[in-house]
């Protein structure tokens, strides 16, 4: 049976330990429960897809404690998604990085256009945060069964998930079952940017944040 624990140095070390042992750990973020694994290791991609029957399609966050660790990954922000990031995040933004010819992470996806892309966020969470720190980056999916509601409590993200997660870390109850808005760079789209997903920070906030003094954010 999984081990529930609250967060604190012991149970951070033994997330780290499993982590890097290409085990299976649920987080507490800002908005989620997430269920999180080393995003370089393809096996454990492999389990979070297979434990929450999620579609292979559809893309792993990778979850960073801040926007410096980006270079580190090979990941880049393209324009205007570089200054949306500067306002929005840590928070409940997710831009979609462009993946350079060093990126090795194992959740890098395709495009139809032959761009390689990532999703990231950095949780406006100090208890993410910390988390984070103790493990490195993260790739992560919300802590459910495909199509079922995401977990707002430890307690809902076992229920869905059992045994088939090594280690869950209970941060308390988060803020709410919505997830974080998730946004591309695309110059053939209305203001560069398209919304891929609408999550707690709604489209018309993140279109209003595109002009600034009378200006685009990325001129």
């Known amino acids: ?20 042992n290409g ?5 507490p ?38 926007i410096e660790e980006l270079d580190a990954l090979g990941l880049d922000l393209p324009v205007p998604l570089n200054r949306l ?28 256009s032959g761009a390689r892309t990532q999703g990231i966020r950095i949780p406006n969470s100090a208890l993410s945060l910390r988390i984070l720190k103790a493990t490195g980056p993260l790739a992560a999916s919300s802590a459910n069964r495909s199509g079922g509601e995401s977990a707002q409590t430890v307690e809902e993200a076992e229920a869905a998930l059992g045994g088939a997660v090594d280690l869950y870390l209970d941060g308390g109850p988060t ?16 203001d560069g940017i398209a919304i891929l997903r609408e999550g707690v920070i ?18």
């Open 85 to 112: 990031a500067a306002a929005f995040l840590p928070g409940a933004f997710s831009p979609i990085a462009v993946a350079r010819e060093d990126c090795a992470l194992g959740t890098v996806q395709q495009t139809p």
């Open 1 to 20: 049976m999984s081990a529930i624990r609250k967060v604190d140095d012991d149970s951070l070390a033994e997330a780290a330990e499993i982590i890097r």
């Open 23 to 27: 085990g299976l750990v649920v987080v």
């Open 175 to 190: 803020q709410g079952h919505v997830s974080s808005t998730v946004v591309a760079a695309d110059p053939l789209a209305r």
């Open 202 to 219: 709604r489209e018309p906030v993140i279109r209003k944040a595109l002009i600034v003094n009378g200006g685009g954010l990325g001129a």
């Open 29 to 66: 973020t800002d908005t989620v429960y997430g269920v999180a694994c080393d995003p370089f290791n393809a096996k454990a991609i492999d389990r979070i897809y297979e434990i929450k029957g999620r579609p292979r399609f559809k893309a792993l966050q990778v979850l960073l404690s801040s």
